[in-house]
């Protein structure tokens, strides 16, 4: 998703698409922030294998 969104705001020719891909960017990073934490929540309980 990140490099779909940055790809899409090189490429875009105007502000529309700068905004769709803006919120991609951004949603792209929350989930990953999300995955990271839950990934690290499963290690400490040691349900992620090694």
């Known amino acids: 998703m990140i490099c ?7 490429d875009r020719e105007d502000n529309g698409c700068g905004i769709l891909y803006g919120i991609l960017r951004d ?12 990934k690290l ?3 400490k309980k040691g349900w992620w294998p090694e």
Do not use: R
């Open 41 to 43: 929540n499963h290690i």
């Open 27 to 38: 949603s792209a990073y929350k989930l990953k922030k999300l995955a990271e934490e839950e």
């Open 4 to 10: 779909l969104a940055n790809q899409g705001d090189a």
